[in-house]
């Protein structure tokens, strides 16, 4: 049954561009607010980019993920989920970055994740960059790794940067199984495209048994034969889904750092959530949506409906 | 036989960027004007749109799409139609709208398009919100319920908004079955998808006869398919195409209001229209052409397209 | 002596780019917040554009100067008022409009001012086009005629429009110097400029005592000589300051709906504001920005210190 | 007294962006017209950039030009000058080019021109780059060399470019000193500035009497003092006001190819046309407005009030 | 054995936005650099759009693709290609254009290729417009014809525009083939849509044997089965690949000056590049990219996915 | 006398769009060139925006920077000045940034400039981001603190951020001076504005010396005046002159982080260098040009005047 006091404000009632944008124009219920253990599903702003290596942006996509979402409806055109009645979801607020040190928000950002799993709050992330996923997983995976299914473009699996940095937007899935927050074995990435430096990550990938889905396979065999498999390296044990804007082609998204043309429809961006329900979600998160790069705002209005997708197939 | 005068200029002899932009280059001929009467089918502007509930800004749609259209060129591509020989073309101009009042401009437009129904000028109308069709049918189809083909990405069915209010963007398909302008067995809606409030808008079109082939049913069949259908269900009697440039994908068409991801594609686009050929199509329209979300002008773009296809189906 | 709770969030803790935007980064405190009689000043949005005669869009302006009013610090430059810690400032949400009736809406915000007014509360708004003035009159005038300080580029005195059409955003001071909500001998406008449908409004405002300074007479006498003249014609009475983004220059301010060329440098439009300090301000207001005209975002910028210019104006 | 047919469709009857656009709302009155001999006055469209040596676009500035100039009032805000009721106004089109060949254009302008003035209609002329120019002096002042008030941030005197063209928009008045289209001593350049490539330019004015006011030398004296000189230069004989839209600065006009940043403001661009009033203006120009290089379509709105002036100026 | 002076530098050392951009981050080679006679292939820079018939731009082509290619990494992600160790790569710099004279500029570029083409440097040309075409076959193509296969949506085989130029974007292949530079019979032209002027390029190319896939039979076949013929068409001996951007979907190449909508996807732009290995290329190009017209840069970042693609088949 | 080598491409031989960009189309002369030593003025692209807390983007300037810089020609305009006749010039590069880690990349900075020092090499700094002026000032004022000349809107010299962060591009000349980089008493700061966090920034320049010309001061005075009192406190003894882009107002330069309205015109902006001449100039930067936030590029033309007018201050 639901509660009157978590569900969004209807466009019906409030035209979709007035008031104070929250995401889904759900509550806002911070830490500090007097219902914060009642929330079920908490969507979290991560605005922090530090671990670009190219076109920085993404610290500005919560806010511009705030407005657009407003644009969702209460009800899942084709499985009917309403996902606001089936669970109490709220935006709990922006965790505050530290735009001047990568440590100190690696950590404010892990301590975060943590109190919500110790208040059994399943986040749904909205970036920032990737480097994002790592304290996220860091927060929520520190006593039982998860497998991952992970939508992108790129593997984020190389071992360092510019001489030896281990902390990029590059990185963070490498870090995440060397810390064992990931299984390996139960990930698998989905999209992968673009020329390539070299075949490092891909070695490493092969290494420890993460399976790698290239956009050649996934046209080839189709959104529902490619899922099935996901579906399957994950098992019905608990998992991440980690969904990189720039899985989905440029002409659906251009607003993103490092674009890779040749990807997925917006239709397949959507699709594919549709295959996770059931799965044991213990979170998710969206990242690389860059408002700089994006004059018509037309990669927000994407990333809200994959937020959307990603919500229901979580409840 | 065609006559020399309602022939488009050629960008053969002047360039597609200059001159005065009127709709494909026609010759205007507003009501005023000595050879009004024989038009056969007439481009009409209409600049209004005090139906919408959310962005605005398809007032502005007729202005971009002249210049738009300045790139049709004469013949079609595939079926070899010339319609600018086939039937007397004209831009009718603009209908000049009360932009502060409600019921004033729609009482202009139902009056505007009587008075072409009355020369035996079909409309082919640029607009606009979606909530000029109601006038057009209100014009066009008073003495017999039409039939409809409608492509979108929204029902429009719904029965009114922000406490009462019947006439918006949302609500006009819904009056005019209300007012037996459309014959709701004969009426089908393609394309429809996005995040819903709820069944109402649905439920009326179930109770009423309404066919509706969501976006992945459109996917799943194929264009061909879907519109042998739609012809079947509209018949031989006289029937209206409306179509929202929100039925397309974002990706192809950012400009519009109230955007939809996951829709077709611009050859899917143009491949829906060209199944209408044979149908007798009483008038026709493409609205939600917003010129200030479509920094790149690519959606007026296609909708030129889009027109020249309809209007390559009316002929 | 300053509430800990009326204060804006530093963006020395927290970077201006993260966090829920609320005006200036103050608390939201919408009516049915326990603390909402406690305000002082409440900061409006006002997201309603249906007066405007062209192009629309300034519905979209209480959202975007949420997000641009993170910029602000909490002291004056000049003047060095620290406002809030002098008064009780909130974000007191937006009003909820009606897009599809212009009385229903007018009758909305009429009321919304109304209560503000009854619990002491001053309202700062942020619009939504200049129609939205008149409301605000309404509520905050309805027992004594005020003064008013009117930066525009357009009187907003014509009579009607469209053939008779009493409410649009170029008639809102003529009613309300009807209804008696200004008191035209205390109304002093300035910065009016370009080309002209003719005299009537200017008539108008001869017959009635209204004071125009237009854009030559500004430049040539400067800011301090033209305001210590609008501070004597209000004097010390009650009084409402009015601001049309239109009165700054478009190379400053280009989102607006109808830019005059030839205005003030953003500098100057700081400038006026710094001479209201003392005067009985009742209530002001700052209309027409227009998210959709503006690629850069710049005018919101400029909005937001127009805003904290009036504020400190106020405290 | 004014006649009915020559008068622009007011902004109280149809909203601005309505209908087809022409200049100022204007009727279009081609040479074909039976009306054509007797405009007075004719806004003429050059949409021809192949003289541009750098950014490409002014080819679109007649339509973009139309399109803004709908904005444009009856009345002049300060001379009150009404401009529609003193001289029979009209636009006549666009000159057809040819883009593929210099010589053909320059012949197809040139006869057009020459058509006007036999025709005793003197003209407006909207470019196009600024090798517009020549072909239109070729046209009207074959018979007597005119005098000339020039706005430009380039003295677009240079003998050749790029191995000995002759024809760029770099060129334009020395080869109408050269053919004896202008009297040298009877020119004033205004507003000079920018990085210079030497000294060949300033040396050929010098030797033939043109005078050159720099941008220092403008922003010293002042616009009365320039402009009262600038009057003097040409005295009451037969003139062109030739306008570059690059004398403004690009903060206020940032839609042309050769931008010069450093000049004056978008008032002074005005102001500068009052002091034309009284001359013997033969024909005017306003060249290099290039709609690809303005997102906002800003410096299309200055183009249309400059446009304005210059029309005031000539009737 | 690669040569380490060939090498692109890598984004794991520098970041991919520092550094003076060439073409695909390769050495700068001029003609007049000690090793340019070691250059395999050449990445040539041809900024020139003379030969647009509508909107300009592509003149810009060069700098904005040597900005977007920095991003090109050193491997092809499915055939494993390392074409920067299998041939001497370089940026060849830019041929210098004479804006003022087509003549002239025709020269240039036809002497510019025949330099390349007698030190054995194959040339991988970035436009400019589609006329570009024309000298650099006129370079390489004098002694003996080429087969071709060129992707574009318009097939630029006229005979002439604007009553007889010869020269212009849209009539390149017609010169061409009547300079006897291509073999007619093995010529295939890929991606033709939009409507039509009429049939005289179709029966041109009928009467010459050259090959259309009109874009339906493009989608009905797929890219293998089309791109199989394509290399049966041109066979083993010589040939040249010319790829014009607006082959490709405006929605994921929005920027160039003639878009036609209906068209292939991104991913389908680079497939039927994968098909070209083990041809005799002697030289390629990719033309009419227009960064005017593209607000995100999203074309550029195609087109050198494109160039990398040509150049792996190339190799 | 001049040497040919040291000379930028002329605009009336090649193309102002053709060519690969170098600062002012100089020769690239790296630190391994064999001329290298021959430099006396080197151009520096710093492109490393880690010290940004708010917009990033300032990373992209160099690149936009070099294209914008293009249109620089050889002579001051009002001086006569040729500098490119008077000192060997170059664009010696970027330094190569590790955008993931701070403390590297400080000490790469430090380190190139302390070789550009040990060369006799001046620098002209292109950033970047205003914490760039640190290792600058760190790699060329070490034995002998200099004075400085400051454009900005902001002091920057805070103590820390976010809970002590000592290195942003809000704390760089704090640090400089307590590192002894700068002598205070030699510094002085114009064009200072903006709301405040409060007073301790001004209490810190107090404490130590430094001289702040708010921009109410700068416009009362003048240009003349102020620049009189600059060039008298940093006497005739070595110095530095920092110019941060948003010392002008953003209607003149929108592309930069943190815009603060109300400032100087693009005029003063180079008229306040011009009284620069005949400083014991040891180097100068450039910097906060941030590209995406500037939609039509010209703040990347007001910089390119800017970097010629402190060149010519230089040589």
């Known amino acids: 049954m639901s509660d009157p006091f978590f569900q969004p404000v209807s ?59 407003t644009m969702i409806r209460a009800e899942h055109p084709v499985s009917g989920t309403r996902p606001f009645e089936r669970a109490n979801c709220a935006d709990v607020g922006d965790i505050g970055p530290n735009p001047a040190s990568m440590p100190d928000t690696l950590e404010r950002f892990t301590s975060f994740y943590k109190t919500l799993k110790s208040q059994g709050i399943r986040p749904l992330t909205i970036g920032g960059d ?85 956009i050649e396979e996934f046209f080839a065999r189709g959104v529902a034969d490619v899922m099935a498999e996901a579906v399957e390296v994950v098992g019905d044990r608990p998992c991440y889904v980690s969904y990189d804007i720039d899985f989905v082609d440029p002409a659906f998204a251009p607003g993103t750092g490092t674009p890779e043309v040749g990807g997925p429809t917006s239709f397949q961006a959507l699709e594919v959530c549709r295959h996770l329900a059931g799965l044991d979600i213990r979170g998710a998160d969206l990242v690389e949506v860059s408002p700089p790069f994006d004059p018509s705002g037309a990669t927000a209005y994407l990333g809200a409906n994959i937020l959307f997708e990603l919500l229901c197939a979580m409840v």
């Open 11 to 69: 466009g019906f009632v409030l035209p979709r561009y007035a008031g104070v944008p929250t995401f889904m124009r759900l509550p806002l219920v911070t830490p500090d607010h007097p219902r914060f253990s009642e929330v079920e599903i908490g969507l979290v702003g991560a605005p922090w980019d530090a671990g670009t290596t190219n076109r920085p942006g993404p610290r500005h996509g919560p806010r511009q993920m705030r407005d657009a979402s």
């Open 130 to 214: 990737h480097l994002c996923s790592l304290p996220i997983l860091r927060g929520i995976a520190a006593d039982e790794p998860l497998g991952m299914i992970h939508f992108d473009s790129h593997t984020d699996l190389y071992h360092s940067y510019f001489g030896g940095e281990m902390y990029t937007h590059g990185t963070p899935f490498r870090r995440a199984v060397e810390e064992g927050l990931l299984d390996p074995k139960r990930v698998i990435q989905i999209g992968i495209r673009g020329s390539m430096y070299g075949r490092e990550d891909l070695d490493f990938a092969k290494s420890v048994g993460i399976r790698i889905v290239r």
